[in-house]
């Protein structure tokens, strides 16, 4: 039998998958697509401490450290750069959001800098226009590849011995007598005590007929990607109302994102090299949006020439914390999703605090926060923008 299942090769589950390998455990790695077929490659991919709840600090900030080395641990380039995050502020109104972002944020133990003027703006990125009057500079945030980070995970786990099973859909979790006994899949059965559900906006179809729903909002974001242009921007850009944030990766292209959008509900399916990968076309408004919103900061995006666009679908709940929990249902079934737009950066920790539950000893961070149960007191969602990215 195997010691575990783990639902979804995003990089919350590609984590997993190293982190209990890494322990000896045997593990079967199911994803109905492939790695980072869905919010782990749809993702901006910012490795961002600042603009983070209280509760996911800790986690952020461990995350941040083992992305310095991550590369090296796994044999294989993320592309992590510590480039530093800015948040933008493009009138008065913004600047004194941008204060109190500030001020909430140094007050919690962060390294967050309020640059008040274009100049100071500008002297850390020339890149950006002079219509920007001022923004909060972490030095220690960054940004990675989301692709290559994944497989990057998910090659080690397989050098470690763990199983992969791409192109095959989990059904149903089994259970008796309260206690998880395996997975029946599109293709047969994986019998297990333990598993792991970390399959992002579609965790609900399994833990549904288990008795849990996590409640969850499903918005989405229109995203480009340019085609190369010279290197001119270090940091990720975000702006204060979070209508549009960027940056330009490793090989010259701006990945370029909205603000969060309905959803229409419409999720196709389309064969690429690598196998079914689903796909949500953006429109023609919202990507006008977003070069129109974004190339007013960013110039050079402006002028860019777009290869590439998709939508991206985040999985929001009331509070915009994750679900990182061992007691949500039946004994052996853990839950990891909810990442609501800001899970990417988290992965390589939430990978260890999984490993910790599947393990049943105590999670090495505070986890309290990110329990299930917590919804049955409050189940409404925030009224506030919630920033992405
Ligand atoms: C546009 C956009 C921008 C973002 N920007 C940032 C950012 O800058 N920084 C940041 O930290 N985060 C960001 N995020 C959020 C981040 O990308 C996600 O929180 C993170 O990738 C979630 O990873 P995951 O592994 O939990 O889920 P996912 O990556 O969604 O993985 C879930 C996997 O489960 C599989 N699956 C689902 N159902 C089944 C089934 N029944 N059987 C088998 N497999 C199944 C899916 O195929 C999928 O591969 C962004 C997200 C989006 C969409």
Redesign the pocket.
């Known amino acids: 039998m195997t010691d575990v299942v783990i ?9 997993t998958a190293y982190e209990l390998a890494k322990e000896g455990l045997s593990v079967v790695l ?19 401490q600042s603009g983070r709840h209280i509760a996911e600090l800790p986690l952020a900030k461990a995350a941040v450290e083992i992305w310095e080395t991550l590369g090296d641990e796994l044999d294989a380039s993320t592309h992590y750069r510590r480039g530093g995050n800015l948040r933008l502020a493009r009138n008065e109104e913004e600047v004194a959001i941008i204060r109190g972002i500030v001020a909430e944020q140094t007050s919690s133990g962060l390294q967050l800098d309020f640059l008040p003027t274009t100049r100071d703006v500008r002297e850390i990125a020339p890149a950006l226009s002079e219509d920007v009057l001022a923004a909060s500079f972490c030095p220690t945030d960054g ?1 990675a590849d ?1 692709s290559s980070t ?1 497989a990057a995970f998910v090659a080690a786990a397989v050098r470690l011995g763990v199983e992969t099973r791409f192109g ?4 149903e979790v089994e259970t008796e007598d309260g206690k998880v006994t395996g997975v029946r ?1 599109d293709k047969g059965s994986i019998p297990t005590r333990k598993v792991v559900v ?6 609900n ?2 833990l549904r007929p288990l008795g849990i729903d996590v409640p969850l909002q499903i918005p ?4 480009l990607r340019s085609a190369p242009l010279d290197a001119v921007l270090e940091q ?1 850009i975000g702006v204060a109302n979070a209508d549009c ?1 960027g ?1 330009q990766e490793f090989n010259g292209r701006f990945r370029v ?2 603000g969060l959008q309905d959803w229409h509900g419409g999720l196709q399916e389309t064969q690429k090299p690598e196998g079914t990968r ?1 796909r949500v076309l953006p429109t023609g408004r919202s990507m006008a949006q977003v070069v129109e919103l974004f190339g007013h900061v960013v110039p050079a995006f402006a002028q860019a020439q777009i290869e590439e666009s998709w ?5 929001l709940t009331p509070d915009a914390l ?1 679900v990182i929990d061992a007691d949500a249902g039946p004994e052996g079934l853990v839950v ?2 909810g ?9 390589p920790i ?1 990978g260890r605090l999984i490993a910790d539950l599947v393990q049943e000893r105590p999670a090495r961070l505070p986890i309290e926060p990110f329990r299930y149960q917590r919804f049955h007191n409050s189940r409404s969602f925030a009224e506030e923008a919630t920033l ?2």
């Open positions: 639902i979804g090769s995003g990089i919350s589950g590609a984590a199911v994803d109905r697509f492939g790695p980072a077929a869905m919010a782990s490659g749809w993702t901006l991919a910012g490795v961002r940004s989301p994944v095959e859909r989990v059904l899949t970390a399959a992002g906006i579609f965790g179809e399994l989405m974001v229109t995203v990720v944030a940056r994102t909205s689903p939508v991206g679908l985040i999985d994750p990891a999703m990442f609501s737009g800001h899970g990417f950066c988290l992965g939430t992405h990215g």
